[in-house]
């Protein structure tokens, strides 16, 4: 159970240096935050270590202790928000569009001029973390995707990935059923030995992509036993 400290409790002021855990937060706000007359994430109820960690990072990196997290999505997810103006600053500074995001967001550029490999890599943790699946199929082999709305940041995607040595192909697609009035931009690779590096060095900190991740590993150890 996840415990909850009083509402309105500032710790301190929110980092400035662009550290890993800085870069980790900005990754997964990218993903699945919003930044209104406050800012939020959503994490999925199941994936209770997520939860820790994002509770976590709101407390290290923005200072902050975050309202009481709040049922939403029918009771499958949790969102983790805080109304402190410390907060909306953090993320306005580093050039994060408030209001609706959707088509028009992307990487930081302090990001994406970064020379830290460990802060390039903790960003894409994030963001493959909220927008990303691993997933794959006996016999067929094993995939890594990220799908967003918007074009720029899928780019921004493949060009960051491709500093770090990976290889994503991608494409645009419009999804038969449901609301979508623009399509879906994804970027992936089914690359073995891509797939498993990513895994390795990227991962995730969502619970079900590393649950996921380790029974294909477990599959095929036993094949090659």
């Known amino acids: 159970m996840l415990k909850v400290k009083p509402r309105g409790v500032i710790y301190h002021q929110p980092r ?19 930044l209104s007359d406050k800012w939020g994430i959503a994490c999925e109820k199941k994936d209770k270590s997520m939860i820790l960690r994002v509770t976590q990072l709101v407390r290290d990196v923005l200072g902050v202790e975050p309202i009481k997290p709040c049922e939403c999505a029918a009771g499958k997810a949790i969102m983790i928000r805080s109304g402190q103006p410390q907060v909306l600053d953090f993320f306005r500074n580093h050039y994060l569009p408030q209001g609706r995001k959707t088509g028009k967001v992307r990487i930081p550029q302090p ?7 460990a802060v390039s890599k903790a960003f894409l943790r994030g963001l493959f973390s909220t927008d990303g699946c691993f997933s794959f199929q006996i016999n067929r082999g094993s995939r890594v995707e990220i799908q967003v709305k918007s074009k720029k940041l899928r780019d921004d995607f493949i060009y960051l990935t491709s500093q770090l040595g990976f290889s994503f192909r991608f494409y645009a697609y419009l999804p038969p059923r449901g609301k979508n009035k623009a399509p879906l931009q994804v970027a992936y690779t089914t690359q073995t030995r891509q797939v498993v590096r990513w895994m390795e060095e990227i991962g995730s900190i969502k619970d079900s992509h590393i649950q996921q991740y380790q029974h294909w590993k477990k599959i095929i150890e036993a094949k090659r036993s």
């Open 16 to 34: 400035n240096e662009l550290d890993e855990d800085v870069a980790l937060l900005l990754g997964l706000h990218v993903g699945d935050g919003w």
């Open 111 to 117: 990001i994406l001029e970064s020379n830290n490999e």
